[in-house]
C-alpha cells in the first residue's frame, strides 16, 4: 500500500488510520502508542509533540467522532523504529519515497547553470513587473467606481468615451505627445505600456478602463477618457499652458 502525504499549512502529514493498515495494526492501538509518545515528549522541555503527531478527529459513518492523528515524517520516524521485521521494512520504504514525492513537488526549482538562473531571474523580473501593472491596473478601475456621480456626471458618462489619440487631434497633435504633456503636468504616470491617473484624480470619473483580451492568458487595460475628463484636460491646458483646441485657436484669429 502506498499512502496518501498531504500538505496541510505547509506541512506533509500522514493519517494514521493509513499508517495502521500499512502495518497491520488496529489503529485503537496504534492511537494508544502515540498517545504513550506524545506523553513522553510532552514532558521534554526541548522536543516538541506536535513536530512528530498532531491530534485531530474524523467521523464515522453514524456521525459519531473519533480520534486520530496526523503524523509528519519525523512521527513516521518514530512508529518505524518501534518495528521489525519485513512490515517494518516495508512501511519504512514506503512512508520515505512518498514523502521525498512530496518534498520534491513543493520544492522551489533552483537553476543548475548560469544561464538558467539568468533566464529565472528575466521570468521573475516580468512576473514582477506584470503583477505590478495589474495591481495599478485594478486599483484604478476600483477608484473609477467609487465616486457617488452626479446626475451631471451620469449624464456626461453615458456619453461616448474617447481615446487620449481621439482628443489629442482636437490640439493638432498625437496621442503620444499629448500622454506625455499630461504626465508633465502631473496628471498621469506610465506603468508597462499603460498610462494610469495619479491617486488624486484617479477617483474624479475623468476615465473609464476597458480590458481587451489578446491571447486566452493575457489582457491588456485601456485607459478611456470620459467627457467630464475632456473638460479638465481642456481646462488644464488652457489655464496651466495656454494651450487651446484647434477651433478655439480659429476663432481668436478671426
Excluded at 93 to 109: D, G, I
Excluded at 133 to 154: G, T, V, W
Aim: glycine share 6%; aromatic share 10%; net charge positive.
Amino acid at each position: 500500500m502506498i499512502p496518501n502525504v498531504f500538505n496541510k499549512s505547509n506541512q506533509l502529514f500522514i493519517d494514521s488510520r493509513e499508517v495502521a493498515e500499512m502495518i497491520g495494526k488496529r489503529h485503537d492501538n496504534l492511537t494508544r502508542d502515540i498517545d504513550g509518545y506524545v506523553k513522553v515528549l510532552s514532558q521534554n522541555s526541548i522536543l516538541r509533540a506536535d513536530q512528530f503527531f498532531i491530534e485531530s478527529t474524523y467521523e464515522a459513518g453514524t456521525g459519531k467522532s473519533y480520534k486520530h492523528f496526523l503524523l509528519t515524517r519525523k512521527g513516521c520516524d518514530m512508529v518505524a523504529n518501534k518495528m521489525t521485521g519485513e512490515k517494518g521494512v516495508l512501511f519504512t520504504a514506503a512512508y520515505v519515497t512518498k514523502f521525498e514525492e512530496m518534498e520534491n513537488k513543493l520544492r522551489p526549482n533552483i537553476p543548475q547553470s548560469l544561464p538558467e538562473a539568468l533566464r529565472l531571474a528575466a521570468d521573475l523580473a516580468e512576473k514582477n513587473e506584470y503583477l505590478l501593472l495589474e495591481n495599478a491596473q485594478k486599483n484604478q478601475m476600483i477608484n473609477e467606481l467609487q465616486p457617488k456621480a452626479s446626475y451631471y456626471d451620469l449624464v456626461l458618462q453615458n456619453k461616448s468615451l474617447l481615446s487620449i489619440s481621439k482628443i489629442a487631434k482636437d490640439y493638432g497633435m498625437s496621442g503620444t505627445k499629448m500622454n506625455k504633456l499630461l504626465h508633465q503636468l502631473g496628471i498621469q504616470y506610465k506603468q508597462g505600456d499603460c498610462w494610469l491617473l495619479y491617486q488624486k484624480y484617479a477617483d474624479k470619473g475623468y476615465t473609464q478602463s476597458k480590458t481587451h483580451a489578446i491571447d486566452s492568458d493575457k489582457s491588456r487595460l485601456h485607459t478611456y477618457w470620459t467627457q467630464k475628463g475632456r473638460l479638465f484636460i481642456y481646462e488644464t491646458l488652457k489655464n496651466k499652458k495656454g494651450i487651446l483646441p484647434i477651433i478655439e485657436r480659429e476663432e481668436c484669429a478671426s
